[in-house]
């Protein structure tokens, strides 16, 4: 009967841990799922897509990952465009990890419920791993650390396995996908030091001599030596690669060229990632975001972790409930400490070795470049660690507060990242169909300067890749160009000149002779098209974008265009024909010196009751009243216009040494008289 219990006690349990695990994920990656777009490099692939055809994508990562390639091709012809099924798809993989985590760990440690259960929730939350909202592009590392993870899973079954045909289609089967996660990433080799270590620890307990079980370890790991192997082969051999971190043979020259420093900072780089990843990795992604956070996003996230904490809470009562009522163990059972132990190496050994190729490869973990994605596939290491250690040497009180505080602050983290990015997505797809209303078409070569108010831009592809398709959806040299505003920006644009761009299969011009910059100062705010000859430059207009703005050229808008271009259904729906729809209209009329069609805009916006959060956006309804000679209605805008003096000082510098294209003598000093001179 006792048994029976047992058994029923174990399946709830099983379901109780997958539920808190599932729960989990939801917290922390799933409110904001639906608001997240597409982000850096998954701009290759979408235009590789949109433009040559789904069938180029593999092609993009031929000379990199080729048979990532593949799988990705696969998973967008699945996807597609949609950014909804990418997040959604991603966090699949991302759960589906900490379930298979969550079996891996009980095959090798099975009494130790808690302790599994929360090696698996920290695994799913280390918060120093932050591009799951770049789903698209990280689907690919998500991937081959799941298939990773299943073979180690599968290796671990198959020690455990009592029958022969379980055992060898659990090794056949582990075999296979060792063979699949070492050809799609390279770097994630080291993980085959975790299926020795789980070889070492299920291997014959009763073997007294250690090199014989060094040895039963070792014959049991040959078949997967002879993946790795053929790996090597197949990378110093036939495999060329035009990327410095995949090309093994011009890494090894490297070493062997001097071995000595190679050596020295493969064992320094080491040692900092270790560090990064099992301290900062856990408070510098908290201080960051929370540090400036405001109470109206804080509050928010911070009631999502309080619902985690009393999720697992309640996951530990009951466990321990049960725990209390059920048999003690067997005498010949493994002691918790003895476990615990194992864990705390097996940790050590497999973080070590699985951020090794990482540095090797000459790279390592850094959160402000994107590189946090190395901290990916050491996630199990480090959840085994941390936890392990803190079992071993924290009180029980003490250790219940800290893993729940590392799970609430982690479920914070996730879910501030989580609003960054949905603002940044709001804000590109702002930008984007706004450029199409106002610009139906750009001239050839025009270089395109983005500002936007939330921060995100990784790489001018970001920039170039929607315009491209938005503007110029064709293979081959674009004519349309983009770079990010940097800090040497300026200077390129003194000395003039032009480059092109060539990276995997992309090319497009930066010519600095025809910039055009483009600015959404603050969220709320429209998109303005920047003329360096007139500027009117929108209020909090970045202090970088402010020194670019008199080379910029309204004349790269080609006007001639008859309409509006499409837009790519990735961007979402078209946003409502509010203000700055009217907006962009007036101001395209106007730069055709369209004055009538102002005017009509200015009435239909007042009709509306439509009103800007950046009062410059009113300077072109103004001017379109005053063509019209409509005096108490351009009275009535520059009023709006007068509230804020620092917009109006500026326009009316502009305004008074350079009247509006179209404007008479007459009509130009009326503006002036209108606005500046009341």
Request: aromatic share 12%.
């Amino acid at each position: 009967m006792r048994s029976h219990l047992a058994g029923r006690d174990g399946r709830h349990e099983w379901l109780l841990a997958v539920g808190l695990l599932v729960a989990l994920a939801l917290l922390a990656y799933g409110p904001w799922l639906t608001k997240l777009g597409f982000y850096r490099d998954d701009w290759y692939v979408l235009w590789a897509g949109r433009v040559l055809g789904p069938g180029s994508i593999s092609s993009v990562f031929i000379s990199e990952r080729p048979y990532m390639g593949v799988v990705y091709q696969l998973a967008y012809a699945a996807l597609g465009e949609h950014a909804l099924a990418w997040h959604v798809y991603s966090l699949l993989l991302r759960t589906g990890g900490a379930l298979v985590s969550l079996l891996l760990l009980r095959t090798v440690w099975p009494r130790r419920q808690l302790v599994t259960v929360a090696v698996a929730a920290l695994f799913l939350l280390y918060p120093g791993f932050l591009q799951q909202t770049n789903a698209m592009t990280k689907s690919n590392q998500l991937t081959t650390y799941l298939i990773a993870l299943v073979s180690l899973s599968l290796t671990a079954l198959a020690m455990k396995a009592k029958r022969p045909p379980y055992r060898y289609m659990a090794s056949l089967l582990a075999l296979l996908t060792a063979l699949v996660y070492q050809f799609l990433y390279e770097y994630m080799i080291g993980l085959e030091a975790g299926r020795i270590v789980i070889l070492w620890i299920l291997s014959d307990q009763g073997a007294a001599l250690w090199r014989l079980r060094v040895r039963h370890t070792l014959v049991r790991w040959a078949p997967y030596a002879l993946v790795v192997l053929i790996n090597f082969v197949w990378r110093l051999g036939s495999f060329e690669s035009t990327r410095a971190a995949t090309d093994l043979p011009e890494l090894l020259s490297t070493y062997l060229s001097n071995p000595l420093i190679g050596g020295t900072r493969l064992a320094v780089e080491l040692a900092k990632d270790l560090i990064e990843l099992t301290v900062i990795g856990w408070a510098h992604p908290y201080y960051e975001f929370t540090s400036d956070a405001s109470l109206r996003n804080l509050l928010p996230a911070v009631g999502l972790a309080a619902i985690a904490i009393a999720l697992c809470v309640g996951y530990g009562i009951w466990v321990r409930r049960r725990k209390a009522a059920s048999s003690p163990p067997s005498p010949d059972s493994p002691s918790e400490e003895g476990d615990l132990r194992q864990m705390a190496w097996s940790g050590a050994v497999l973080l070590a070795f699985a951020q090794l190729p990482v540095i090797f490869a000459l790279r390592d973990v850094r959160w402000e470049v994107g590189f946090d994605r190395y901290a990916l596939h050491a996630t199990l290491s480090l959840a085994l660690l941390t936890v392990s250690i803190l079992w071993l040497g924290v009180s029980p009180r003490m250790r219940r507060f800290i893993l729940l505080g590392l799970i609430g602050s982690a479920i914070i983290v996730h879910n501030l990242n989580g609003l960054h990015w949905a603002k940044f997505w709001e804000a590109q797809r702002q930008l984007w169909w706004q450029l199409a209303w106002r610009a139906p078409q750009l001239k050839t070569d025009t270089t395109l300067f983005a500002d936007i108010p939330v921060e995100g831009f990784y790489d001018e592809i970001d920039v170039w890749a929607p315009a491209s398709m938005i503007y110029d959806p064709q293979p081959g040299l674009s004519h349309v160009g983009a770079e990010l505003i940097r800090e040497d920006t300026v200077q390129r644009l003194q000395f003039g000149g032009g480059e092109i761009r060539y990276k995997r299969m992309f090319r497009f011009p930066k010519d600095f002779d025809k910039p055009l910059v483009l600015s959404i100062p603050k969220e709320g705010a429209c998109l303005h098209v920047i003329d360096g000859q007139r500027p009117e430059l929108p209020a909090g207009i970045d202090a970088r974008t402010r020194i670019l703005v008199p080379y910029s050229r309204i004349d790269l808008v080609d006007v001639a265009a008859a309409s509006s271009p499409a837009v790519p259904r990735l961007f979402g729906e078209e946003p409502s024909h509010g203000w700055c729809y009217l907006y962009q209209k007036a101001s395209l009329a106007r730069q055709r010196q369209d004055w009538v069609e102002v005017a009509r805009l200015s009435d239909l916006a007042r009709a509306q009751g439509l009103e800007p959060s950046d009062r410059s956006e009113w300077l072109p309804f103004l001017e379109g009243f005053v063509f019209a000679g409509r005096g108490d209605d351009a009275a009535n805008i520059a009023k709006e216009i007068r509230a804020d003096e620092n917009v109006r000082h500026q326009i009316c510098d502009a305004i008074r040494n350079s009247p509006p294209d179209g404007f008479d003598a007459n009509q130009h000093q009326a503006l002036v008289d209108t606005l500046c001179e009341f």
